[in-house]
């Protein structure tokens, strides 16, 4: 037979293993309304640029996926994000700068980022964003499965400047960022702050 020390041993036992067990179901919903919440705003779709210079090379172009905005990332090693200059706009059709062709870019828009430092060696004229091709996508970018991105072209790079095609699936907010070495373009999923 049972003692009552026994039984109310188990109770306050079992009561407590309850409570335990409840805690994280109550939790959870209050995490993720934070992380919807977190979504910046306010970036808007218009042209942004600096003005700046760098004889640094752009070395490589990558992607991310982030839950708020799809991210490109331009390497160029050795140059102060104050030496960064760009111009990041929408346009109608991405033109190769020097020869006017035209260079299709898949997407519902296109995002046309010119980052003022060459993807050559100043000194020598070699390659160094290999190996990029005009018209053709960005060596080692593949955009599949993205929410906004849809397509990444290399354009070129003339006298100086480096010229990229962005797709992405309409002319949403965007922002610039300009970090020692890299310039990064991000791209919003939707117009508003929640996801």
Same mark, same amino acid.
Request: proline letters at 6%.
């Given at each position: 037979?049972?003692?009552?020390?026994?039984?109310?041993?188990?109770?306050?036992?079992?009561?407590?293993?309850?409570?335990?067990?409840?805690?994280?179901? @109550?939790?959870?919903?209050?995490? #993720?309304?934070? $992380?919807? $919440? $977190? %979504?910046? $705003?306010?970036?808007?779709?218009?042209?942004?640029?600096?003005?700046?210079?760098? *004889? #640094?090379?752009?070395?490589? @172009?990558?992607?991310?996926?982030?839950? %708020?905005?799809?991210?490109? =990332? =331009?390497? @160029?090693?050795? #140059?102060?994000?104050?030496?960064?200059?760009?111009?990041?706009?929408?346009?109608?059709?991405?033109?190769?700068?020097?020869? &006017?062709?035209?260079?299709?870019?898949?997407?519902?828009?296109?995002?046309?980022?010119?980052?003022?430092?060459?993807?050559?060696?100043?000194?020598?004229?070699?390659?160094?964003?290999?190996?990029?091709?005009?018209?053709?996508?960005?060596? &080692?970018?593949?955009?599949?499965?993205?929410?906004?991105?849809?397509?990444?072209?290399?354009?070129?790079?003339?006298?100086?400047?480096?010229?990229?095609?962005?797709?992405?699936?309409?002319?949403?907010?965007?922002? =610039?960022?300009?970090?020692?070495?890299?310039?990064?373009?991000?791209?919003?999923? *939707?117009?508003?702050?929640?996801?």
């Amino acid at each position: 037979m049972l003692q009552p020390r026994t039984i109310c041993a188990t109770v306050v036992l079992l009561g407590a293993t309850l409570v335990t067990a409840a805690a994280p179901a @109550v939790a959870a919903p209050t995490t #993720a309304t934070a $992380a919807t $919440a $977190a %979504c910046p $705003a306010g970036w808007g779709s218009g042209g942004k640029s600096a003005t700046a210079a760098t *004889t #640094a090379s752009v070395k490589d @172009v990558r992607t991310g996926r982030h839950d %708020c905005y799809d991210r490109m =990332v =331009v390497d @160029v090693p050795g #140059a102060a994000r104050a030496d960064l200059g760009y111009a990041v706009r929408y346009v109608d059709r991405l033109y190769q700068d020097g020869s &006017g062709r035209h260079i299709p870019v898949a997407g519902g828009a296109v995002l046309e980022v010119r980052v003022t430092a060459p993807a050559y060696d100043p000194e020598t004229g070699a390659a160094t964003y290999y190996p990029a091709r005009a018209g053709a996508a960005l060596p &080692g970018v593949d955009v599949t499965g993205y929410r906004t991105f849809r397509d990444a072209r290399f354009a070129g790079s003339f006298e100086g400047e480096t010229q990229l095609g962005l797709g992405v699936r309409g002319r949403l907010p965007f922002r =610039v960022l300009q970090l020692d070495g890299r310039l990064v373009i991000d791209v919003a999923h *939707t117009w508003n702050a929640a996801r």
